[in-house]
């Protein structure tokens, strides 16, 4: 029995992590069937980690959140080989000044000192692990005793959902670890992904059944993940590759860093049993990554899975400490993107949305043509003077470019194909007012967005605001859909906000589409969003500039609704990431009579949003010990520490192998050569700022932690 489910797990392995197949697929099904009739007669056989246990479960009614242990942080980008040797060059310096980097061959104090590289790297160049960039879904998978107790979503990197029943279903995700030494709590990161194949045998699928065709693998592999019934993602041909890992503890509940590079993390993760990422190289300075990039470019139309770039990654994990990170993305890390997908089609017409802002967007009808992986019919042409710019005429053949998610935009025309009737948009004879509510429209100098004067009187801002404040990562009013909003408001039934809060059952199913059951359903979903996180209505106001980050943000340093409302434009400039265009922004939001008038009706329709410290419910420096050394930018030794504390941080004098961060500054000291000694991890005050902002980080990911040998 034990035998049997091992011998198919075995093959499973085989087939889905190693590609490489032992056994035929009927013989494969027969072994099954064998187990299955074993764990039928004997129910109490069945072990969680059995491969029959892979058949999903039943449905759920919604996904749980999910904590991160350790943040899911995201890359920053580079298009241009520019990019890619700027960064290197970033990391050269960093690493030069921390006495990381040998000099030159000669160097051997350095070398001998910090013993980081491979003995065969050229000296002064950094060592990297280049790897593709999936163009899946990022996933966590948490193994607890070796057994697979949790996988999600990256969400906002902070917070995922639950996706364990469906991802149990995944063959190449092994339920339990292989090996002796498994580590207590071990998280595995990668992506999930359908192969090219898999997806179109799919799609023929969907097809012979009657059902909707998915347009592209990414966005299959994202519905299936997403589905709340498993056993609908057990069917779906999904494959996790492993790039990375999350928090990692021993037995004493210790964060352990088990290798002291990128590379043998990953060879260490794959002895567990993952797939991980294949076609990875170990890299030498900026024009090998390059390189690599290159040849992955001539690659990528053959490989059996979507990538739309490469990765590049400090292979020394005592280096990446170094390096720390900046707002949301490691500065040890890059991704080199693909340049984006183009196809040309003709422009059929030009006509203006106008946005939730009053800005008024021209936008370019387009004979349907298929680029970037999705049908596209519209794409924007930002504005007037990009219009001119590009010298783009109704009627031409034009280029157009989606890139990754981002919106569809014309790049410009094919100049050899236009028609001799070819037409020049006039954009103010095409709209001389705003085409939704006839208020006079503006340019102001200097700017290049033309807008609609009409504010909230114009239905279109109205509209689109509404949209914005009910929208999943603002209020999350469910079922209160774009159609429902355009009677609601045309009706001139909803006006701000705040009238939503007035809207009965009885009256929402007099409504278009509106049954008593969605009526109540949505007088349900707007009650409940009564309470929101301080940050979730800062959000949902649509303040100009404010997205979701700006809004945590601001509601972390404030707290409170009350003291943003008293904040004074030097105030906003406190707040980390802030500069000067964004305070301005929410500093006049809050200083209109009418936005105060919507607050308080708000407030008095029992809109009440929760403080932002009682939400957060940590500290995110809580049992972290700092050293501050050297003049920081900005503030001084007593606002840093003052900072620190309030974060639940404490201060110390001086380093030891128990100070999770040294924050230097210009002129640092003796301590910084110390924490360099200790390898204690070395940010400056943008890093401490973005450590203030955060969730707590494990020392798995940023802190100090010893070498535990290489793996
Ligand atoms: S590393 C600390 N490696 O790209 C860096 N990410 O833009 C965390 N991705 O959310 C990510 N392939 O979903 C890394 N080889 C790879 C990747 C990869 C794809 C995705 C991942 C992440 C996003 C960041």
Redesign the pocket.
Known sequence: MLALRDEINAHNRHYYVEDDPQISDAAYDRLMVELQALEAAHPDWVTPDSPTQRVGAAPLSSFQPVHHAVR??????AFEPQDVRDFDERIVTILLQAGLLAKSTGDEATRAQGALFAENAPAGSVEYVA????????VNLRYEQGLLVQAAT?GD?EEGEDITANVRTLRSVPLRLLGDSVPAVLEA???VLMGQADFERLNDMQAARGEKRFVNPRNAAAGSLRQLDSRVTAGRPLRF?C??WGQIQDGSGTEIQPCSTHASMLDWLAAFGFAV?PG?KLCHGAEDLLAFYEAVGRERPGLPFG?????Y?VNNLKAQQVLG?VAR??R??I?HKFPAQEETTKLLGITVQVGRTGALTPVARLQPVFVGGVTVTNATLHNEDEIHRKDVRIGDTVIVRRAGDVIPEVVGPVLALRPADALPFDFLAACPVCPECGSAVERPEGEAVTRCTGGLFCPAQRKQTLWHAASRKALDIDGLGDKLIDQLVDNDRVRTLADLYSLSALELSTYDRMGQKSAANLVAAIDGSRHPPLSRLLYALGIRHVGETTARDIARHFGTLQAVLDASEEAFLQVPDVGPVVALSIYRFFAEPHNREVLAALSAAGVQPQDEVAVAGQKPLLGKTLVLTGTLPTLSRDEAAALILAAGGKVSGSVSRKTSWVVAGEDAGSKLGKAQELGVAVIDEAGLRALLASAPVSTA?LGSSGDAGAG
């Open positions: 899911m942080l995201s890359l920053g980008n790897e593709y960039k999936f163009d899946g879904l990022a990256r990197g990161r990668g992506e590759y790039y990375g990422s990875r990538i739309d770039g490469v990765v990654k990170f993305a490691p040890f890390a991704a990911s």
